[in-house]
């Protein structure tokens, strides 16, 4: 599990790695049953050095002043600019529609873990 400067440590909160297991396992098996395994690691890999470097992301995911909408738009927007694949996309979409943008550093750690077994 991972922390980020300046913010909380949402892996060691249960309820977060709970989440963030669930939609982690999901994404793996959808990866991996789409030949996207590399893809999608990589995705996230680079979703997390911009969850380290900005401060912004972090608000955005885990303020609850902003609404699902506006998570999903950013994550919308930070996954095109980044050329992410159509499945990590659609699983940021998923994450911010269902009120669980916050668990996006869990499901990153939860993805790593599956990847690294794999």
Do not use: C, W
């Amino acid at each position: 599990m991972f922390t980020y400067p300046g913010g909380p440590n949402v892996a060691d909160d249960f309820k977060q790695s709970e989440v963030g297991d669930r939609y982690a396992q999901a994404l793996f098996e959808l990866a991996q049953a789409n030949g996207a395994l590399d893809q999608v690691r990589a995705d996230l890999v680079a979703t997390k050095a911009m969850l380290t470097e900005s401060a912004d992301l972090r608000r955005l995911l885990a303020s609850p002043a902003y609404p699902a909408e506006a998570k999903g738009q950013g994550l919308a927007a930070l996954a095109d600019k980044a050329g992410f694949s159509p499945l990590t996309k659609k699983v940021f979409g998923l994450l911010a529609a269902n009120r669980r943008a916050s668990a996006l550093p869990a499901v990153i750690a939860g993805f790593q873990a599956l990847y690294d077994k794999h």
